[in-house]
């Protein structure tokens, strides 16, 4: 550019931003090269506050946390909101509140829907419009980006054109109007008020290859980009190539982590970062969480998947660790032998690694989220359940909490029912969600509740009829002693049992099963039943002991009663 270019250019620039007195060498100053170890990342999880917080968006913001985490770096919260049209209220509230929730509270950054930490700051692209301005007018200055004065009739006309002679739409070539407007007619019409706004001057060809290292994907190549694309728009904001590129630099981030759906984009941000005289940063793009729809696979969905919103595995109770755990089985291939080896490990022991990340998308498996949760969960002490339940059913299920909380020491016995001094612990809760469905015989309002929804679910037969089920009951109430051993429990049932007629020893009943009313376990069932209206449960005796004599007698009776 020759000097009296670069004095026009400097006059055009002073005309856009007449206010505008600080340099990029000012920021340069303020927001200094970051003083951690060599190797340490600088991430950032960067949402735009369009909704809720997406499974997706938190298996990204989980990458960012572990990558800071693993090499001492930092990993902060930056809110995208330059398209102020699509911001939904509360939504900062709702991201920052549902990344606590999972343990992934930035270092730096947004923090609350009001408060940010970190001197990197503001971390609300909103509130660095100044920044912006700095660098939309250090572009205009150096030539490389001018006002667009195209209004979007002018801009339609051109959609229209590309689309008939079929070519790829954008401002660019022959389509860039305002490109080649000389400089001091764009100072004449800026001075008029002329509406405008600014572009970015791409040095760019669609014929000419680049190519950038992908943290996670390894070279990839890509036409260069040759789009003059917005840069500050009409509402004084910049769009979100803009904002990204000027905001990583100056926020120091080593590595950019997001959705592969940005991967086309790279071309425009090398091709910017250049032109600010930004070294780029790495760029990872992490897979997406896909579904099934039919045969195919496609992006879990805002609209269409209730799983897409994170608030859904909180309210079915899963706890969060197993979401989070889950979420380590896609971040990287080898986790889950890792997993096998390290049963009891913490996930913090586990070394990510980037080119272990898989490019594929990865299909949502609610079945392995169960199994992992399931397994997980087993593995509570009863104290820890009953915490995490009373927690989940304060807030989700009412009903469940009053029972639970009613009398603290015998909630803890019937979870540990489950777990203690068993040799096989059950793996039967997934997530809190389930407990009524399990426990609910344990608590007299639950069971009661039960019986009147659905009835007692005895079936009757031929061989096994109303009566031998009320005789069985009746013989069970007289014989039952609360003070029986186990063994001695055990015992009294078979007696009972054969009294009625069933057959207790299992080799004969098979041999000639039509000589009896069952056996044992169909006696056994009777009793389960009257208990537990279930068909499974854990060790009947076990559960009578925890109900205690009156009670035990009650459902016996109704159970009696009622058939
Ligand atoms: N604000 C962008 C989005 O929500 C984030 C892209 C990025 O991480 O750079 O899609």
């Known amino acids: 550019m020759d000097k009296e270019m670069e004095r026009k250019c400097f006059e055009l620039a002073h005309y856009i931003f007449p206010d505008v007195h600080e340099t990029v060498e000012d920021l340069e100053v303020k927001y200094p090269v970051r003083r951690i170890k060599k190797d340490a990342c600088v991430t950032r999880y960067a949402p735009s506050p369009t909704g809720f917080l997406h499974t997706g968006a938190l298996f990204m913001a989980l990458v960012n946390k572990i990558m800071a985490k693993q090499t001492e770096g930092i990993y902060f919260v930056r809110i995208e909101d330059t398209d102020q049209k699509r911001e939904v209220e509360g939504c900062v509230k709702l991201l920052t509140e549902g990344l606590k929730e999972f343990g992934l509270t930035p270092d730096e950054g947004v923090i609350s829907e009001n408060e940010e930490k970190g001197y990197y ?3 609300t692209q909103s509130k660095r419009r100044e ?4 660098c939309a007018k250090h572009l205009v200055e150096k030539g490389l980006a001018y006002p667009c004065f195209c209004t979007p009739e002018m801009l339609k006309a051109n959609h229209d054109a590309q689309e008939k002679n079929k070519v790829v739409p954008g401002y660019y070539g022959i389509y860039a109007k305002c490109r080649n407007i000389s400089i001091d007619e764009s ?3 800026v001075k008029a008020g002329e509406k405008f706004i600014l572009r970015f001057r791409s040095q760019g060809s669609h014929l000419r290859k680049t190519s950038f290292i992908d943290g996670a994907r390894g070279k990839i190549e890509i036409a260069e980009n040759d789009q003059d694309v917005v840069i500050i728009k009409g509402d004084g904001l910049p769009t979100y190539h803009f904002a990204h590129v000027c905001d990583d630099h100056f926020m120091r981030t080593t590595h950019v982590v997001r959705g592969e759906e940005w ?3 790279v071309p425009i941000h090398l091709d910017l970062a250049n032109a600010m005289g930004f070294e780029p940063p790495v760029y990872v793009h992490a897979p997406l969480i896909l579904v099934k729809e039919g045969e195919s696979k496609r992006k879990l969905s805002k609209r269409k998947d209730k799983e897409a919103d994170v608030q859904y595995f909180i309210k079915a109770g899963y706890p969060v660790e197993a979401v989070i755990e889950y979420l380590y089985t896609i971040l990287n291939s080898d986790f889950e032998m890792w997993r096998n080896k390290n049963k009891e490990a913490s996930l913090d022991e586990f070394k990510f690694k980037l080119n272990k990340m898989s ?3 990865s299909l949502l498996d609610m079945m392995k989220l169960n199994d992992i949760s399931k397994e997980l969960i087993s593995r509570m002490s009863s104290k820890e359940v009953l915490d995490k339940v009373l927690t989940w059913s304060k807030k989700y299920d009412e009903a469940l909490y009053e029972v639970v909380s009613k009398d603290l020491e015998y909630s803890r016995k019937v979870f540990a029912v489950e777990r203690e001094n068993v040799k096989k612990i059950r793996k039967d809760i997934i997530k809190w969600e389930d407990i009524k469905e399990n426990f609910y015989y344990f608590f007299n309002e639950l069971f009661e509740e039960n019986i009147k929804e659905s009835g007692y679910i005895y079936e009757f037969n031929e061989k ?14 007289e014989s039952y002693n609360e003070n029986h051993t186990k063994d001695e429990w055990f015992a009294n049932m078979k007696e009972q049992a054969e009294k009625i007629g069933f057959c207790t020893d299992m080799k004969m009943y098979k041999a000639d ?3 009896y009313i069952g056996s044992t376990a169909d006696f056994a069932k009777i009793i389960r039943i009257a208990i537990t209206n279930k068909e499974n449960s854990p060790d009947i005796y076990a559960i009578m002991q925890l109900l205690g004599k009156n009670e035990t007698l009650n459902r016996f009776k109704s159970a009696k009663e009622s058939i």
């Open 121 to 123: 700051g503001p971390y």
């Open 131 to 134: 920044i912006y301005r700095i």
């Open 187 to 189: 100072i004449e019409r």
């Open 263 to 265: 991967i086309s984009s």
């Open 359 to 361: 490019s594929a998308g």
């Open 464 to 477: 096994i009829t109303k009566d031998i089920i009320k005789k069985s009951l009746e013989n069970y109430i």
């Open 513 to 515: 099963p039509d000589k």
